[in-house]
């Protein structure tokens, strides 16, 4: 098994174009990192990344209008940044290309019919159902991105960069994806100090699974308070987001507050969020 770990890091020397890495020792340490982690992975408990996790029927009650409905799990967004209370990632620069800044989360994998021993989402209710790339296609579609930044994956097989791009996630060797998050500098080591984002939206291209609705990642800062669609400004396009979440109850991380329609983080949308948006009409992240 070391063997064939060692020979798979050898083929993929050519495929970290992505952030240019340099040959020699800093290429050596990359693969003794990737190394432990391909070794210790089974060992873990679970992966220690930000994932965004994909299922249906997000009320988990059979029966009910959600039941086909796609949506993202949000246990795990932000978990592992500094910034959780704010509630964004913060971008580092890449140790191969001083232009580049970069974060390798969140990645997407899907909720678990409980067959996985070690997966932090384990809900049969929630999880799809039938063959991967047969019976559903899963697509994560970019609705929106900022300029310069780019997601990917480190073989470049996955490449988002304007609104339209998708990928095939149900097409993916495994449900389990890791994402990379580069803005490109115009001079080396000028760190981006402009809110920078990217929204989602699923949808299945075999029509078993209606659309979810668009979530956001916001990178570098937080959006304004009512920034809700996440494109650096507080408009109509945000009070119609705002509408669509209106008096709902259980505003929780695990719906990323609603997308941040929760904005005070009570566990509903009301009349207090509504006037923390109001606030911040016409403001411009950026």
């Known amino acids: 098994m070391v063997s064939g770990f060692r020979s798979g890091l050898a083929g993929m020397d050519e495929k970290f174009s992505l952030l240019k890495f340099d040959r020699g020792n800093k290429m050596t340490s990359i693969r003794k990192f990737l190394l432990v982690i391909l070794l210790c992975g089974s060992a873990l408990a679970y992966c220690p990344l930000d994932h965004l996790f994909i299922g249906c029927n997000e009320d988990a009650i059979p029966g009910t209008a959600d039941d086909m409905k796609l949506f993202v799990h949000s246990l795990h967004k932000y978990r ?9 990632y913060t971008l580092s ?4 290309d001083p232009q580049n800044f970069i974060i390798n989360q969140p990645g997407f994998d899907e909720i678990n019919d409980g067959s996985q021993y070690d997966h932090p989402l384990k809900d049969p209710n929630r999880s799809l159902s039938g063959v991967r790339n047969v019976d559903y296609q899963i697509m994560v579609q970019c ?20 609104p339209g791009d998708f990928f095939n996630h149900s097409a993916q060797p495994d449900t389990h994806i890791h994402l990379w998050y580069v803005w490109r500098s115009t ?31 916001a990178f570098v800062k937080a959006p304004p308070a009512g920034d809700l669609a996440m494109d650096g400004y507080v408009d109509g396009l945000d009070i119609e987001r705002f509408g669509y979440y209106w008096l709902m109850q259980g505003a929780s991380q695990d ?10 983080k009570d ?14 009409w016409m403001t411009i992240a950026n």
Not at 255 to 264: G, K, L, S
Not at 267 to 280: E, I, P
């Open 80 to 88: 592992n940044s500094e910034n959780f209370g704010e509630r964004f």
């Open 93 to 96: 620069v890449s140790g191969m």
């Open 143 to 162: 609705l929106d991105i900022s300029e310069n930044f780019r997601v990917t994956n480190l073989t470049g097989t996955i490449v988002l960069d304007e």
């Open 187 to 217: 001079q080396p080591y000028v760190q981006p100090d402009e809110l920078l984002w990217v929204t989602y939206q699923l949808y299945d291209a075999k029509g078993k699974y209606s659309d979810s609705e668009p979530f956001s990642i």
């Open 255 to 264: 719906n990323d507050y609603y997308e941040r329609t929760d904005i005070n």
């Open 267 to 280: 566990g509903s949308v009301d009349f207090y969020d509504f006037a923390m948006l109001a606030q911040n």
